[in-house]
Every structure is written in structure tokens, then in C-alpha cells.
């Protein structure tokens, strides 16, 4: 049987937490789990297509319309249909993995394209007469400018995932979107708030970790543009 | 009480504007313009030059109050404009700029009948005149439908004049308007500026740092020293010869003397007669007729073509002498100048001739003679001293 | 799956897909409606004035909040003080968290679009006359059209999404067959119903595609009919001539401060 907090409040969700502390923090390590190793997969699959879009003028516009394609489709008709598309369980967490990453991909193309795109021709240029080769060209100068491009969109894909994991918790898959099914279904009658506002602000604040995270690293990738600020 | 070097042109259309005592100070505390007394004669070219930072454009703006000035008065004939609503006053005000400012979304024949349409005006109407404009400012008429994207800059920048006349406005401003486009499109928006300003009779104040453009463009123009401090205000002639202070002598330049001869009508210079040849004729005719081993080759016209060098280790080497003398031999470099040219454009064509002898053709281009470099020195001495006994006498 | 889709009483039924693909665009034209109707004026008085800009800001960190909490929440508050009958218990909380949902992209889309208008454009039409009113509607407007257009599209697909994901709440729409045969275990129905909503997802963005290319002038989305370029690029803008887009490629080139809008649910 179910403990619940006493307090039905919204302040309440400090009591459930401290009630319900294992199956919470297990919520939250699949949640950010399923939010983070997408966006690794994704970012590692969209560097060499984004290259590609970017590299091959041709190459762009089928790209980047199939990525926006995917991209226009809601999450939760994504997290039904991939376990038809690869034969996994309808709840197997891999789905959510799965589905994120396509969106994660099709987020990313199109963001990977254009910063390496976006190099000024001058710069891209001057490499050219410096003797660098494409490869160095790409390695050297295009893509530690398109640094902070691509990190404005992994900071996107990775704030977003939080919310989208959420959604799957209303389909059954474990993850901190539990804790708001489980407060509907205990508001039967009167309002029952602590797992709620428990979800959101968890949800809040591992998109805020994430997203710090991404933030700190990108500032650790690109010494030249804190020379910049700093002066 | 201030007056105009320049009175304003006979029957000019334009109204006359008066700057009295203007300051503008910013919020910063810079002082952009100080206590600047200015008239901009009605139908003339009022032209405010001066080192980046001057406060040019900051005087400008504040005649269509685009920036308010924090003290004096902007008059235009007998009217403050402070006591007239911004956007009537502006609708009144034609306005150029150095990016055209062109409207993306709108077709060029749009982008002229703004300002018309926004004072109402029949739309037939104001897109026939917006095409008369078009072909005023040099664009042809299937322009009318392309957008700014789709246009040069230099076109862009016909537009944007052709835009600031739609309305007729009495007074035009223009801020750097030629200054982002290549200099052999500059020189042709110039000559094709004066050439509609010659027919308009607008007053226009025009904003540039470059001098030579104020000198060229200018009826009166207007040095100004950083800190907004007007530092002379007079013809172009005028600031040449006789520069207020060492401010304005260091701004217009070291050259000012080879300049200012670009205002002195040659006179009747004494053109020699020059032996030609024709085009076609035999070489063995051009070693008779050259003189210092150059020959100046003519059309059936009479029109010099170029010069030909006939000395025997010329190069290219010479043909024998029946074969004719063709184009491809001839050396283009010297340049022309007609018979009303002045001493500079004189000067040149002596400099540049590779003979040394500067050719004059008159208006249709058909040789009157050459001149020599020493002997369009002799004529600018021969004036400076006329000139000096006549300042003399003045002051006697 | 098919089979269900074909199945013509699936159609026809009371709550069947004619009914729900009726009431799913009903409950997401009426979000999308207010938020422009909000959004969009306050955008362009921000841009305009360059003030509030931090109600930009706010609105794009709530898009951290997880909407299916948001939806749960507002529905929990909400619903004992809703007596009125049929779905208004669902549609309420649902309509109100789509509202907050589609603003953002649209207000940022706004503001960027009217921002990045060139400033001697907007310096040349306050010079020759215009009111603000006037700039803003002659001139902000038709420049920001782009952006106001990739916020709408993107605030659309939101809406779409999140739309489906009320059918947990008990509220109609598409979402209805993913949920109800999620639960009855009758999967050919779930990813039919799946499969619509991604159709219909495509198919509006491809309706607010096609209403972007007639409302916006070609001047500013640079599609221009070839062979009718500038023969002569005499200096800085000849040849700036942008190719034809097409689809989902649409919209300005992401950069670091213009990211791509994130999907919420
Ligand atoms: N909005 C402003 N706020 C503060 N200072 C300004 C502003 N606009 C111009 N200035 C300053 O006023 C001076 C004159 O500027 P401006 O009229 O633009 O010069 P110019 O057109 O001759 O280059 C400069 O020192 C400039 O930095
Ligand atoms: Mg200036």
C-alpha cells in the first residue's frame, strides 16, 4: 500500500519525496539517462549528415527537408510506432532512446549545416591560402567556429528531451513523467499536488543541470571567444 | 543675422534653410555640434564636409528632426521647424542615404510612390511620375517591377534618389549617398546628380567626408571641425585659394594647388599645329612626319586616335614602309582635353601625352593643335600674376 | 493498422476519426489563434520599441517546464471549480497550457523578425514620414514575415503535439485512439491513430508553408524568377540572390542566437 504525504499541497512534495525517496530518485536517473544519451547519439550521427549537407550543395535541400519532415512528427506517435518499426516492447525504455535521437538528429542537421555554413568566406578563404587541406580546413577553423552554433542547438535538444521523456511516462515508461500520472490519478475527487509540482520542479531542474552543462562545456571548448569577452 | 556666400539660384524651387545658433549636445555628454550658424541657400548644393565624427550627419538630421536639436533654431524660409508635426515636416524632406535604406519587401516603382502614397496623392498619377523618375535617374523602365535585393548598389542608390523626389520636395538631404559604391560608378552618379540638380532647383544639403566630392558637388560647402564647430563656409574656388586656418589647409589637402586649378578656365591656350597622319596611311608617311620619334595618328575626321612611335628601334617594331598603320600600333596613353578645359584638365593631357605634347581637340572632338606642359605653366604664372596685380590694386 | 484504417465505420462512427480529426484542429486553431492574437501584437511593439525584452526571456525558459506536468497540473487545479458539461473540464486546462505553449516561439519569432529588419530601413521610412503605427505595419511587419511565420510553424506542431497528449486527460482528438488503444491493447489502433497525427502534423505545416510563400513578398524571401537578376553588379549588393527553398528546408539559417524551436511534446 501507498503512503501518502499528508499534506495535499503543492508543499507537500517535500514529504513525498522523503516518502517515496527510492522509487524517485530511480524515476530520475532513467529520466535523465533517456535525456542525455540521445543527444550524445544524436550529436555523434548528425556531425558526419550536417558535414554532408554543409560539404555538397546538392546534398542540403533532401536533408534538410527529411530532418524537418521527422521533425513535425509528435512525440508520442513516435514512441508508439518505433517498437512496430524496430520489435522492441511498447515500454522498453530503447524506444524513448530511440525516438529522441530522431529527433535529435533531425534537430541537429540542419544546425550542424549551417554553422559550418556559416564561416565567413574571408576566413574560409585565408585558411585556403594558408596551405590548410579541406580536412584541416574542417578540423581547424570550421568547426571550432561552428562550436557555438551547434552547442545553441545541442542546449535546444536537450532541454526539450527532459519534457518530451515526460510524455512517454504517460504511455507507462518509467521515468519522472510518472509522478504525474500517478498525481492524476490520485487528484480523483480532490486535488492531490505533491507528486506533481515533485515532477515539475525535478523536471526543471535537470533541464537546467543539462543545460549548464552544456553551457560550461562549450565554454571549455572555445578559449578564443572568452579572450574576447573577457577584454 | 548670418548670410549665405552664395546667393541662392535665380528661380530656384527650393526653400531656403537657415541653421541659427544650433547645438546638439547627447545624452552621453558628447557635443556633437556647436552653436552652428548655417544657411543653405534656396536651389543651391550646401555641401558639409569635415573628418569622421564631425557632427555632419548630427546637423543633417536635425533639419527633418530625425535628432532634435538641445538648443537653437532650424528655419525653413519663415518657418521653426520645431513648430511643425515630425512626420509632415519629413513627408516634405526628401532623404538619402549611403545604403539606399530601400524598402526589401517593395518593388522599386513601391518603393518610389512611398512617400506620395502616404500623402495620399493618386496612385496613377504618382506611379507615372515614379516612372519619369526612374528614367530621370538613369534606371530603365522594366526596373519597375525588381526588388532592392535584385538591384546593384549603385542602382539601389538611383532608386533611393529617385524615391526622396517622388513627392517633389522642395529641400533634399543626402548623407554620404555615393560613398559605398565604386569610384567609377561614383564619378557617374555625380555627373548624372549635378546634370538633375542643374533641371530641379532643389536645396540640398549634403553630407561627405571626402572633399574632392564636396568640391566637385558643392555651390558652398561647409568645413567642419570635430566637436561640431563650423570651420569655413565658402565656395569651392574659395576654400582652395584661401583656406580660413591651418584646420581647413590640412583638411582640403597638399594637392589643394594642383586642385584648384581644376576651377581655372584654360583661356585660349597657343596650340601648335601638330603633323598627323591618318589611320591607314603608310608607315614610310609617319617617319616623315614625326617629330620627336612620335606622330599623332588622326581618323578621316580629323579625330586623334593615339600616338605612333616612329623611330627605327621602336617597338612595336616597325613595319616596312608601304605596309599601313594599324590600330594595334598605336599607344592610347595620353589623355584629351577640349578647348574650354581647364588648366588642370590642360596640365594632364601635356603630363600624360607620351610625346610631351598634350592634345586639344574642340567640342566634336576634332584636333585644334597640341600643347606642351611648359608652355601651360607659362599661362598659369602668366594668370597667378594678373591675378595678384588685380587683388592688389583691390586693396589699394 | 491498415485494416483499421480502411475499416469505413472507423471513419463514420460517433467519435470516430472524422469526429476526432475535427475536434484535434478545432481544440489547436483555437490555441493557435489567441496566442497570435497575443503574441504578435506585443512582439512587434517589443521590437519596435526595443522594450520588455525580458518577456522574451521568460517565455523561453518556461519552455523548460515538461508540458505533460503543466497539462496534469492545470487540470488537477482547475477541475473541481468546472461544472459545465461534456469536455470544457479537459478543454479548459488543455487550452490554456496550448495558449502558453504557442507563445513563445511566436513572440520570440516576432521580435527576432522585427529586430533584424536593417536599421537604415527603418531609419529611412521614421525619414520620410511615417508614423510609427505606419512603420510598424508597412515596413516591421512585412520584413519580420519570415520569422513570424517560422514561430508560427513551430508553435503549430507544438500545439499539435500536445493536443494529442490531452487525450490522456480524457479530452477527444487523435490522441484518443493512441490512448484508449494503448489501454484496450488493440495496437492497430494506437499507431493508427499515431499515424494521423503525424499526417496531420505535415500537413498543417505544409498548409502555413504554402501561406508563407503567398504572404510574403519576394523581395524579402528572395525568390526571384531566374534570368531576371541584376546584369549589372556594379558594388555591395548586386548578386545577393538566395536559390528557391522548398519544404521543411524553409526558414533563416540557424545561428547561435536564432537555435531552432524544440519540440515540448
Ligand atoms: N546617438 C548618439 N549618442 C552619443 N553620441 C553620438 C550619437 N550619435 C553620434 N554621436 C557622436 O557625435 C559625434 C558626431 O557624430 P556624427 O554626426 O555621426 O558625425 P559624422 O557624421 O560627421 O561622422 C561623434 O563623436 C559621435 O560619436
Ligand atoms: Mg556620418
Known sequence: MRLLAVDSSPFGMFDYFRQHQDEVLNWLGYHAWLSAVPVVVGLLVALPLGWLAHRYRWAYPPLVTAAGLLYTIPSIALFVSIPSIIGTQILDPINVAVALTVYTVALLVRVVADGLGAVSADVAQAATAMGLTRRQRLLKVELPLAVPVIAAGVRVAVVANVSLVAVAGTIGVPNLGQLFTTGFQLSVGSPYYPPITLGIVLCVLLALAFDLFVVGATWLATPWRRAVSGS | ?396 | MIQWLNDPGNWTAPGGILDQLRAHLQYSIIALVIAVALALPVGLLIGHTGRGRWLVTVANAMRALPVVGLLILLYVMLAPHIHGKGDTVYLLPTEIVLVLLAIPPILAGTVSGVENVAPDVRDAAAAMGMRGSQVVRRVELPNALPLVFSGLRSATLQVIATATVAAYLGLGGLGRFVYDGQASQNYAERNAGAVLVALLAVAADLVLALAQRYTVSRGVSGRFPRGRTSEAADGPGGGDLRGEGGGAADGPPVTAETPPSPHTA
Open chain 2, 1 to 396: 543675422m548670418v548670410s549665405a556666400p552664395v546667393s541662392g539660384r535665380k528661380g530656384g524651387r527650393g526653400l531656403v534653410i537657415r541653421f541659427e545658433s544650433v547645438s546638439k549636445k547627447y545624452p552621453d555628454g558628447t557635443v556633437a555640434v556647436d552653436r552652428l550658424d548655417l544657411v543653405a541657400p534656396s536651389g543651391a548644393i550646401t555641401v558639409l564636409v569635415g573628418p569622421s565624427g564631425c557632427g555632419k550627419t548630427t546637423s543633417l538630421r536635425m533639419i527633418n528632426r530625425m535628432i532634435e536639436p538641445t538648443d537653437g533654431r532650424i528655419w525653413l524660409d519663415d518657418r521653426d521647424t520645431a513648430t511643425v508635426p515630425t512626420h509632415q515636416l519629413r513627408r516634405g524632406i526628401g532623404y538619402v542615404i549611403q545604403h539606399a535604406g530601400l524598402f526589401p519587401h517593395r518593388t522599386v516603382l513601391d518603393n518610389i510612390t512611398t512617400v506620395p502614397e502616404l500623402l495620399g496623392h493618386d496612385r496613377k498619377r504618382a506611379r507615372r511620375r515614379a516612372l519619369e523618375l526612374m528614367e530621370r535617374v538613369g534606371l530603365p523602365p522594366h526596373f519597375a517591377k525588381r526588388y532592392p535585393a535584385q538591384l546593384s548598389g549603385g542602382q539601389q542608390q538611383r532608386v533611393g534618389v529617385a524615391r526622396a523626389l517622388a513627392a517633389d520636395p522642395p529641400v533634399m538631404l543626402m548623407d554620404e549617398p555615393f560613398s559605398a559604391v565604386d569610384p567609377v560608378v561614383r564619378a557617374q552618379l555625380q555627373n548624372e546628380f549635378l546634370n538633375l540638380q542643374g533641371e530641379l532647383g532643389k536645396t540640398i544639403v549634403f553630407v561627405t567626408h571626402d572633399i574632392d566630392e564636396a568640391i566637385k558637388l558643392g555651390d558652398q560647402v561647409a568645413v567642419l571641425q570635430v566637436g561640431g564647430r563650423l570651420a569655413q563656409l565658402a565656395p569651392p574656388a574659395e576654400l582652395l585659394s584661401e583656406p580660413a586656418d591651418t584646420f581647413v589647409a590640412g583638411f582640403v589637402g597638399r594637392d589643394r594647388g594642383y586642385r584648384a586649378l581644376g576651377f581655372a578656365g584654360a583661356g585660349r591656350l597657343p596650340v601648335r599645329q601638330e603633323q598627323v597622319i591618318a589611320l591607314g596611311a603608310a608607315s614610310g608617311e609617319a617617319r616623315d612626319a614625326a617629330e620627336g620619334g612620335w606622330v599623332l595618328v588622326t581618323d578621316a575626321a580629323q579625330r586623334p586616335q593615339g600616338w605612333l612611335r616612329a623611330e627605327a628601334d621602336a617597338d612595336p617594331p616597325p613595319s616596312t614602309p608601304a605596309e599601313p598603320v594599324t590600330e594595334a600600333q598605336l599607344n592610347l596613353g595620353g589623355t584629351l582635353a577640349s578647348e574650354n578645359a581647364t588648366l588642370r584638365e590642360a596640365l594632364d593631357a601635356a603630363l600624360s601625352s607620351p610625346s610631351g605634347r598634350g592634345v586639344i581637340v574642340d567640342d566634336s572632338g576634332r584636333l585644334l593643335g597640341t600643347v606642351t606642359a611648359s608652355e601651360v605653366l607659362a599661362r598659369i604664372e602668366q594668370q597667378r600674376a594678373a591675378g595678384e596685380r588685380s587683388t592688389q590694386g583691390g586693396e589699394s
